[in-house]
C-alpha cells in the first residue's frame, strides 16, 4: 500500500502503545483511585468535548482535509490564507458556542438531574473543547502536510500520558478532585503548543497571510457548500456515536456512564489499525479523486478491508475470549469500590462486534468523503442520528446498558450496508473475496474452540492460557488462507529481526 503502508505501521505504533496507556488508565488506576461516579464524570466531560468541539469547527475540517492541496498547490506556503481563514471561523464557533452555554446554564443543570457532580464542573467543559478545538485545527493542516505519525502520537500516547500523570497526582493526594477536573480540562494545552510549534518549524505552513486570494474566491461557493454538508454529516456522526454517554447520564447516572465507558474502551481496541489508516489515507485518497487514479482507490478500498478484518478479527477473538477475566481484575482492583462491573460480558461483546462490522467496511468512510459525491456522506450521517437515537432511548429505557449496545450494533450495521452499498452501484467497488468469508468463518470456530478450554482459578493463567492458544491458532489460519500478505510479510519481518537481534546479543 506504499505510504499508507508504511506509515500506518508506524501510527498504529503509537496508537497501540496510547491504548496500552489508555487501558492501565481507565482498567486499573482509574478503579484503584476513583469511584465509579466520579470516572463517569470523566468519560461524560471527555464525550461532551470532543461533540462540541466539533460544533466549533462549523465545516472547517473538511474544508482543509479537501482543498488544502489545491491551497499549496497554486499558491505555496506564504500566500496560503486558508489556516487564518479557518481558525477565525473556528473562534466564532466557540465564541457561539459559550453565548448558548450562558444562556441555558440552569436549563442545562436542570436536564444534569441524575448526574448533579456533572452540574457542579460543567463550566470546566468549555477549556477542555477550546484546547481540543484548536488541536483538531492544526492536526487537519498536519494532516494535509502528511504528519499523520506525529499527530497521532500526540492525540493517542501523548494525551494518556498527562492522563496517568494526573491520575496518580489524586491517587496520592497531591490534588482534590476539583484540581483535578481543572488540570484535566487543559490536557490538550501541551499537545496543541507542540504541534503549532511543529508546524511553524516545518515552513511548509504559515498563519501570516491575511488576504483572500483568488482561489479562495474562485472555490468559495463549492468550499461552503461542501463545509455545511460534510460538518453536518461529521458532527451527526459523532452526535450518534456520543449520544449513548448522554443517554447514560441523564437517565440512568454517572455510575453506569463509567460502566459502558470501560466496554466502549475495551471495544475501541479494535480500532488501532483503522485509526492510523484514517489519517494516512485521507490525503492520498483525496490526491488519488483529484488525478483521478480510480485504481488506487480501488487497490487501497481492497486492502484496507483485507488488513482491517485480519487484525480486526485477532483483537476481537482476545476480548471476547479474556473479558470474563477482565471483569475478575476490575472487581479485584476495585474492591474498596464495591466491583460491581459484570455487566461488561456482554457489553464488550456486543460492542466489539459492532466495531468489528465497521472494520470490516475498510475506509469507505473516507472513500465517501473525499470524493465528488461527498454529499452521500451527509445523508448517511443524518440517517445514522435518526435510527440510532431514538433506538438507544428505547432500548436503554427496556434493557438497560444491554440494550444500548444492541442499538449500537443494528444502527453500525445498517450504516456500513448502505454506505458499501453505494460504493458498489456507484463505482462497482467490491473489495470482498471468497478467502475473507472463508477466513471470518473460521476465525469464529477457532473462538468458539478456544473458549471450551478448562479455565484455571487464577484470571492471570487463563489469559495467557487462551491468549496464546488462540494467537497460534490465528496465526496458523492466517498462513493458510493468506487473507492479508502485507501483514502477514510484516510479521514475518519483524520475527525474523528479533530473532537475529537476540543471536548478536548471544
Given amino acids: 500500500m506504499g505510504i499508507i503502508q508504511k506509515q500506518g505501521i508506524k501510527s498504529s505504533y503509537f496508537i497501540f502503545l496510547g491504548f496500552l496507556i489508555g487501558a492501565i488508565n481507565l482498567l486499573v ?45 497554486y499558491l505555496g506556503t506564504n500566500k496560503n490564507e486558508l489556516p487564518f481563514l479557518t481558525l477565525l471561523i473556528n473562534l466564532l464557533g466557540f465564541a457561539i458556542l459559550l453565548f448558548i452555554g450562558w444562556q441555558n446554564k440552569d436549563f442545562i443543570i436542570r436536564k444534569l438531574g441524575k448526574s448533579p457532580s456533572l452540574g457542579q464542573y460543567f463550566g470546566y467543559i468549555y477549556p477542555y473543547t477550546f484546547f481540543l478545538l484548536i488541536f483538531y485545527w492544526l ?37 482534590d478532585l476539583t484540581q483535578f477536573i481543572a488540570l484535566f480540562s487543559c490536557i490538550y494545552l501541551l499537545p496543541m503548543l507542540y504541534l503549532l510549534y511543529n508546524l511553524i518549524q516545518s515552513k511548509e505552513w504559515s498563519i501570516r497571510n491575511f488576504t483572500i486570494s483568488s482561489v479562495t474566491k474562485r472555490l468559495k461557493g463549492k ?22 454517554t448522554f443517554m447514560i447520564v441523564g437517565l440512568k447516572g454517572l455510575s453506569d ?33 483529484k488525478e483521478k487514479d480510480f485504481e488506487n482507490i ?37 474492591h474498596k469500590q464495591g466491583g460491581g462491573y459484570d455487566a461488561l460480558v456482554n457489553l464488550a461483546f456486543i460492542l466489539g462486534l459492532a466495531k468489528l462490522i465497521d472494520l470490516a467496511t475498510g475506509v469507505n468512510a473516507q472513500i465517501i ?48 450496508s448502505v454506505r458499501f ?22 476465525s469464529i470456530g477457532l473462538m468458539f474452540l478456544v473458549h ?16 496464546i492458544v488462540y494467537g497460534i491458532g490465528f496465526y496458523l489460519l492466517t498462513i493458510w488462507i493468506n487473507p492479508a500478505p502485507e501483514i502477514l510479510n510484516y510479521f514475518k519481518e519483524f520475527v525474523s529481526k528479533q530473532y537475529g537481534l537476540l543471536l548478536k546479543k548471544g
Fill in 298 to 334: 480501488k487497490h487501497i478500498y481492497h486492502k484496507s478491508v483485507s488488513n482491517l478484518l485480519t487484525i480486526g478479527l485477532l483483537l476481537f477473538g482476545l476480548i471476547w475470549l479474556n473479558i470474563q477475566n477482565l471483569v475478575s481484575f476490575l472487581n479485584w482492583v476495585s
Fill in 139 to 175: 492536526e487537519a493542516f498536519a494532516w494535509g502536510l502528511h504528519k499523520g505519525v506525529m499527530t497521532n502520537f500526540l492525540r493517542e500516547t501523548a494525551i494518556r500520558v498527562l492522563t496517568t500523570i494526573l491520575i496518580l497526582l489524586f491517587g496520592f493526594h497531591i490534588v
Fill in 29 to 73: 488506576l482509574f478503579p484503584m483511585f476513583f469511584s465509579k461516579n466520579d470516572q463517569g464524570l470523566v468519560r461524560a466531560m471527555i464525550d461532551i468535548g470532543a461533540t462540541l468541539s466539533v460544533f466549533c469547527t462549523l465545516g472547517t475540517l473538511p474544508v482543509v482535509y479537501k482543498f488544502y492541496p489545491f491551497y499549496n498547490h
Fill in 369 to 416: 468523503g473525499t470524493s465528488n459525491f461527498w454529499k452521500f456522506d451527509f445523508f448517511t450521517n443524518v440517517m445514522f442520528v435518526i435510527i440510532s437515537i431514538p433506538l438507544n432511548f428505547y432500548l436503554i429505557q427496556h434493557y438497560d446498558l444491554t440494550g444500548l449496545a444492541i442499538s449500537n450494533l443494528i444502527a453500525y450495521t445498517i450504516y456500513n
Fill in 257 to 289: 456512564a463509567s460502566i459502558f465507558a470501560i466496554a466502549t474502551y475495551v471495544s475501541a481496541i479494535l480500532e488501532i489499525p483503522q485509526r492510523s489508516l484514517t489519517s494516512i489515507s485521507i490525503p492520498i485518497l483525496a490526491k488519488s479523486w
Fill in 452 to 467: 471450551q478450554i478448562p479455565a484455571p482459578e487464577n484470571f492471570v493463567a487463563n489469559i495467557a492460557i487462551q491468549s
Fill in 223 to 244: 468550499m461552503i457548500s461542501f463545509a455545511l454538508f460534510v460538518f453536518a454529516g461529521q458532527f451527526f456522526n459523532l452526535l450518534a456515536r456520543t449520544n449513548d
Fill in 421 to 442: 452499498g453505494f460504493l458498489y452501484f456507484k463505482f462497482k467497488l467490491q473489495p470482498y473475496r471468497l478467502k475473507h468469508g472463508f477466513f471470518l468463518l473460521l
